[in-house]
């Protein structure tokens, strides 16, 4: 189906219970809030934990009339590098785009497990990230802070200074909470590894 220009789709892999669906929901939430049109979704299937989950987004700057899962992403994000095993991941990425990956290993070393995917390989130690900043692994706000940070969706600062109010909502009386997470996003964006 043929899209305007503008329209950025991304594909969310992840297990049940490690926060894919919530990222995607997120990062559709603050692209709202600065002023583009989204969409995110989750695929349902077995939602038990531990199985895999897909997400999506859609965002762009006109209104999108395309209702449907999305096969062509400009960029895949995988939350649980696991899935390199048993998933197609680069199925239908465009070689444009880019594939982001929750992985301690260098680029190089997981672009040999994507199937000749020729595109930008992405990773970020958003397990170690999470753990380090947070205590416990969520590598779900680390995904969302790279996810940012590669597709330029949405700017990198506006997105900062948005999660840092939303987060002060929420965890209005948890400061140590909005600390760790937003310590979380800032090292997932410096902390990214690319190789194209």
């Known amino acids: 189906m043929e899209q305007n220009n503008k329209t950025v789709e991304i594909r969310?892999?992840?297990r049940g219970g490690q926060g894919a669906k919530t990222a995607c929901l997120l990062l559709a939430d603050v692209a709202f809030n600065s002023g583009k049109y989204v969409q995110g979704f989750p695929e349902y299937g077995p939602e038990r934990m531990g199985?895999?989950?897909?997400?999506?987004?859609?965002?762009?700057?006109t209104p999108n009339r395309v209702h449907s899962n999305i096969y062509e992403p400009d960029f895949v994000v995988v939350v649980d590098e696991t899935l390199l095993h048993t998933v197609d991941v680069t199925s239908g990425l465009k070689e444009g785009g880019a594939i982001i990956i929750n992985s301690t290993r260098n680029p190089k070393e997981v672009r040999k497990q994507l199937g000749g995917y020729k595109g930008r390989v992405c990773v970020v130690d958003a397990g170690g990230i999470s753990v380090r900043t947070l205590g416990k692994e969520f590598p779900n706000t680390p995904m969302l802070a790279a996810t940012v940070k590669v597709?330029?969706?949405i700017d990198p600062e506006k997105f900062l200074a948005d999660m840092e109010e939303s987060l002060g909502h929420k965890f209005a009386s948890k400061p140590q909470v909005i600390a760790g997470n937003m310590e979380a996003l800032r090292f997932a964006m410096d902390e990214i590894r690319e190789e194209q």
């Open 12 to 14: 969310w892999h992840g």
């Open 151 to 153: 597709s330029q969706v």
């Open 51 to 61: 199985a895999p989950i897909t997400a999506y987004n859609r965002i762009s700057d």
